[in-house]
């Protein structure tokens, strides 16, 4: 399995801003961030190919966050902008296929924790 190391978590104010990182060990298919609140489920925020194509976002996060990679540091990052108390989660990074399904995704992080306060 691939091994997935985040960071870049935080505290940070509503309508700011955070650089999330995943370094992985080797580059597989897709990568992609998820989040989980307390009590809910793991959610899908954003994918992308190591190629760089294949982007996707859930609804709520377009035109806020941006997910890139770099491919010669093995690193994903996922941009968030304007940030949001209901954007508060642990974020995890993820490798697996080409899929917006928490199930297709077989390696993954221990998360990193965002928290947005209004």
């Known amino acids: 399995q691939v091994q997935l190391v985040e960071s870049g978590g935080g505290l940070v104010q509503a309508g700011g801003s955070l650089r999330l990182a995943c370094v992985a060990s080797?580059?597989?298919?897709?990568m992609g961030w998820f989040r989980q609140a307390p009590g809910k489920e793991r959610d899908f925020v954003a994918a992308?190919?190591?190629?760089?194509?294949?982007?996707q976002y859930r609804d709520s996060v377009k035109g806020r966050f941006t997910i890139s990679r770099d491919n010669a540091k093995n690193t994903v990052y996922l941009q968030m902008n304007s940030l949001k108390p209901e954007d508060t989660a642990v974020y995890y990074c993820?490798?697996?296929?080409?899929?917006?399904?928490?199930?297709?995704?077989?390696?993954w992080g221990r998360g990193t924790q965002v928290t947005v306060s209004s």
């Open positions: 992308i190919r190591w190629s760089g194509g294949s982007i």
């Open positions: 993820a490798a697996g296929s080409y899929s917006r399904l928490a199930a297709d995704f077989v390696s």
């Open positions: 080797a580059r597989t298919n897709y």
